[in-house]
Nanobody
Framework: QVHLVESGGGLVQAGGSLRLSCAAF????????MGWYRQGPGKQRELVAT???????NYADSAKGRFTVFRDNARKTVSLQMNSLKPEDTAVYYC???????????????WGQGTQVTVSS
């Protein structure tokens, strides 16, 4: 069984910074893309940033220039450094990983439990 465990959320003032981290545990053969999504109050879940095994990244327009996603393949972790935070960044942030548990098995999406980020004005 695979688990994604997140940490690093909290309350910060506008203009401040937070770093979110996520670690994958369990029976894992390979991890493909990893990333972060968020769901604000009354909104649908949306992509924030993703990163491939090779380090190629993709960012939502709202995250470009302020957020940086990075990963450690050996440690099976993905992190999100968030700078210049705005009140509109307030949301529950979810870690996501595409994981193959054994040779020849399907690649499935796994999600963390979510971590709250609140940015006060």
């Amino acid at each position: 069984q695979v688990h994604l465990v997140e940490s690093g959320g909290g309350l910060v003032q506008a203009g401040g910074s937070l770093r979110l981290s996520c670690a994958a545990f369990g029976s894992i053969f390979r991890i493909n893309d990893m990333g972060w999504y968020r769901q604000g109050p009354g909104k649908q879940r949306e992509l924030v940033a993703t990163i491939t095994t090779g380090g190629s990244t993709n960012y939502a327009d709202s995250a470009k220039g302020r957020f940086t996603v990075f990963r450690d393949n050996a440690r099976k972790t993905v992190s999100l450094q968030m700078n210049s935070l705005k009140p509109e960044d307030t949301a529950v942030y979810y870690c996501n990983s595409e994981i193959q548990t054994t040779t020849g098995s399907n690649v499935d999406d796994y999600w963390g439990q979510g971590t709250q980020v609140t940015v006060s004005s």
